[in-house]
T-cell receptor, first 115, second 111 residues
Framework: DAGITQSPRHKVTETGTPVTLRCHQTENHRYMYWYRQDPGHGLRLIHYSYGVKDTDKGEVSDGYSVSRSKTEDFLLTLESATSSQTSVYFC??????????????FGEGSRLTVL | GQQLNQSPQSMFIQEGEDVSMNCTSSSIFNTWLWYKQDPGEGPVLLIALYKAGELTSNGRLTAQFGITRKDSFLNISASIPSDVGIYFCAGFDGGYQKVTFGTGTKLQVIP
């Protein structure tokens, strides 16, 4: 168990409203990631973090911002949600102690519906 | 943005059959990973490959790191119902600690 908790697990919101998804980890891992999963597109990286206040963009970062003020929390914010952001969002952590270099551990996902 | 292309996109097979899927990239990776996602859960690592040409097995699963470092292959032998799920390839960029995933292959097994 990698100790990753995502919240909320399900959310329905309206176009134009702000939304924040939270990823919480209990084991002080340095690397954290946000992906979105859509049929036909697989998993696409939105943003990732390599330490407190150190973040970088992924391949589909437009419309999203992130913050990491504490090691254990990585927040994903949709400033003004659009229907194209309806998706399942996964948080992942990179464990430097993993048996396998490059292995990520995933949370259970947050399903977001924007009406 | 960069993404890895997997084929086939989906497949139905009979229980007991062997399965092959592949993954191609426009970029070189020095590490290839294969993940499986069960319905309603996050992906879990199956196999990791670190050397071009490498062939690695994990039970009934065998994966290969392509010689060009731009592709990888996964084979599942003697499929069983619990093999159902989505299989993702992924390339790992150790310099930036970024993992780029493929488009996924959805596998369904008919008992």
């Amino acid at each position: 168990d990698a100790g990753i908790t995502q919240s909320p697990r399900h959310k329905v919101t309206e176009t134009g409203t702000p939304v924040t998804l939270r990823c919480h980890q209990t084991e002080n891992h340095r690397y954290m990631y946000w992906y979105r999963q859509d049929p036909g597109h697989g998993l696409r990286l939105i943003h990732y973090s390599y330490g407190v206040k150190d973040t970088d963009k992924g391949e589909v970062s437009d419309g999203y911002s992130v913050s990491r003020s504490k090691t254990e929390d990585f927040l994903l914010t949709l400033e003004s949600a659009t229907s194209s952001q309806t998706s399942v969002y996964f948080c992942a952590i990179g464990d430097s102690n993993s048996r396998f270099y490059g292995e990520l551990f995933f949370g259970e996902g947050s399903r977001l519906t924007v009406l | 943005g960069q993404q890895l292309n997997q084929s086939p996109q989906s497949m139905f097979i009979q229980e007991g059959e062997d399965v092959s899927m592949n993954c191609t990239s426009s970029s070189i990776f020095n590490t290839w990973l294969w993940y499986k996602q069960d319905p309603g859960e996050g992906p879990v690592l199956l196999i990791a490959l670190y050397k071009a040409g490498e062939l690695t097995s994990n039970g009934r699963l065998t994966a290969q790191f392509g010689i060009t470092r731009k592709d990888s292959f996964l084979n599942i032998s003697a499929s069983i119902p619990s093999d159902v799920g989505i299989y993702f390839c992924a390339g790992f960029d150790g310099g930036y600690q970024k993992v780029t995933f493929g488009t996924g292959t959805k596998l369904q097994v008919i008992p």
